[in-house]
């Protein structure tokens, strides 16, 4: 799998999971901690290979402005997740944080996939994306071994 291929499947998951996350019903209030931590883990993994691997490696590919707005807006995310983990889902702003946590996610794949966004541009480039994929996975089942979440190819 290429390496825009694997970053959009895992886009696809994250969407899947909001989309779950949105329609589950406060009853639900196990199943929607389940659904959340799975996304957070899922979105951290996303975010440290994209960071490690994909924007370093098309700097120089992809235009300046929009890999640098990609990295304050991936630690924009991680910062609500940290505050996410750490409150309980009683409390004051919970649900507020986690719908904004989603807005994030939507608004990361729509930069990303738009036509002329990232992937557009990483196309186009001298990059060897297959090879490129290969480390992104590796990388990927690595992180998301450590999280105890289940690796996705
Ligand atoms: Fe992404």
């Known amino acids: 799998m290429d390496a825009i291929k694997l970053l959009k499947a895992d886009h696809a998951e994250m969407r899947d999971l909001l989309s779950e996350l949105e329609s589950t019903t406060s009853r639900g209030v196990k199943k929607r901690q389940q659904l959340l931590a799975e996304i957070e883990a ?59 946590l989603g807005e994030y996610i939507k608004h990361h794949v729509k930069e990303e996939e738009q036509p002329g966004g ?10 060897d994306l297959d090879a490129m994929g290969e480390r992104l996975k590796a990388r990927k089942e690595e992180l998301m071994g450590k999280m105890g979440g289940r690796a996705v190819s």
Do not use: C, N, S
Not at 52 to 65: K, L, N, Q, S, V
Not at 118 to 127: C, H, P, V
């Open 42 to 100: 899922k979105l951290k993994a996303h975010t440290t290979i994209e960071e490690e691997i994909f924007y370093p490696e098309e700097r120089g590919e992809i235009e300046d402005d929009m890999l640098d707005e990609a990295y304050v807006e991936h630690a924009g995310a991680k910062k609500l997740i940290a505050e996410i983990e750490a409150m309980k889902p009683d409390q004051e702003y919970y649900d507020a944080k986690v719908k904004v």
């Open 118 to 127: 990232l992937f557009a541009q990483a196309k186009k480039g001298d990059e």
